[in-house]
């Protein structure tokens, strides 16, 4: 049996409106993400996608449940321990690509390898095999405003990859894009992921990409369920 990477359970987080009061956003989620596995994490505006994701990252913490990394329990951590876990465990990409402007593509994925420890010359080969695996290795000394929303995009997800994390979180990886780029950001995606044989948990309004992963949730009225 595989490994279980990820575990929620029982998720709960409200949040204090000034207009509706006390807002549930998750209500006992629980979810169990398998070592290689690629889920697709479906849920419209609002329903409460990035405060999971968030949860799930060690980003922000629940009202009540627990998540658990490979196997420990890593909910009350302190800020510290938190940000090592985060920045050895579990790779985040977002919709925007949030890439450093100053530095080039290669440099972007450089930089948190350096900060986890790696030596210069193991980050740089480390980032060049990644922006490879993409079809970037020829724009690396590109800064982000040199490259187009797709290829800003692919390096993102080579950082969030570059100290080889177990668990990838992804939170509309490409919703700012049009469709044909969205469908190649994706296959590139997909292909950084299985071949690391890492987990990973996607959302995506998409369910065409979502129906190209190894399975469907649905977050509804605070609670994951299966499509």
């Known amino acids: 049996m595989s490994e279980v990477m990820l575990e929620l359970k029982g998720i709960a987080k409200s949040y204090l409106t000034g207009t ?3 807002v549930d956003v998750l209500r006992g989620a629980d979810l169990s993400l398998q ?3 690629v889920v697709a994490l479906v849920a419209p505006s609002g329903a409460g996608k990035s405060t999971l994701l968030h949860i799930a990252g060690l980003l922000d913490t629940p009202d009540t449940g627990e998540v658990r990394v490979a196997g420990a329990d890593v909910t009350r951590k302190g800020d510290r321990g ?4 985060r920045r050895q465990e579990v790779g985040f990409v977002y919709q925007f690509h949030h890439l450093l402007p100053e530095f080039s593509a290669l440099e972007n994925i450089v930089l948190p390898q ?5 030596t210069q010359k193991s980050a740089v080969a480390r980032a060049a095999q990644l922006l490879g695996t993409v079809g970037l290795a020829g724009r690396a000394d590109h800064r982000p405003a040199a490259l187009s929303g797709g290829e800003q995009q ?3 997800f080579c950082r969030a990859l570059a100290n080889s994390p177990r668990v990838l979180l992804a939170d ?3 919703g700012n894009l049009d469709p044909a780029t969205s469908d190649q950001v994706f296959a590139a995606l997909m292909e950084l992921v299985r071949g690391t044989g890492l987990s990973a948990l996607i959302a995506t309004h998409n369910l065409e990409l ?8 649905r977050l509804e009225n605070g609670l994951l369920v299966a499509m």
């Open 172 to 174: 509309e990886p490409t």
């Open 35 to 37: 070592a290689g596995e």
């Open 114 to 118: 350096l900060a986890n420890g790696a």
């Open 154 to 156: 692919r390096v993102a």
């Open 20 to 22: 509706a009061g006390q």
């Open 82 to 85: 938190r940000t090592r876990l």
């Open 210 to 217: 979502a129906s190209r992963m190894d399975r469907q949730i």
